[in-house]
């Protein structure tokens, strides 16, 4: 049974980081991205996929979340991946006031974007804080 339980926490472990690492690339391309948006440069199509195939990857982790909880870890993984995705929205709905000459979207968008990016730090310290609780724990 203890043989089980360190198992499982070992799996755990591994989501926890992979996720966490996961977000940590994503989140320096974001950051990239919106400082180029933020001096008027639309993202291309090709970047744009990029950031796009880095978020999917990330939620086909998140979605192993299920697999070794506990309810509070998956709770917080599912906000981190909302809040990535929300991410991932503004920086589209930027490029594309950029790309289609719409200035007078730009600030709303931009503001769009700050307002992704806190939550996303938010939901990133939470689900750290967590995973760090759950695997300091005996289960």
Not at 51 to 67: A, H, N, P, S
Request: hydrophobic letters at 35%; a negative charge; glycine letters at 10%.
């Amino acid at each position: 049974m203890a043989e089980h339980m360190h198992w499982a926490r070992e799996q755990r472990r591994q989501v926890y980081n992979q996720l966490i690492e996961l977000h940590s690339t994503y989140m320096l391309t974001t950051i990239t991205s919106g400082i180029a948006l933020d001096r008027g440069q639309a993202l291309s199509d090709e970047e744009l996929q990029a950031i796009r195939g880095q978020y999917m990857k990330f939620v086909e982790t998140g979605g192993r979340l299920d697999l070794w909880g506990p309810a509070e870890a998956v709770e917080k993984g599912n906000r981190l991946v909302r809040a990535a995705g929300a991410k991932y929205t503004a920086i589209c709905n930027w490029s594309s006031a950029l790309q289609q000459g719409r200035g007078e979207d730009v600030p709303h968008c931009s503001g769009e974007f700050q307002a992704a990016t806190a939550a996303d730090k938010e939901a990133r310290n939470g689900f750290a804080s967590e995973a760090r609780s759950v695997l300091g724990s005996a289960s």
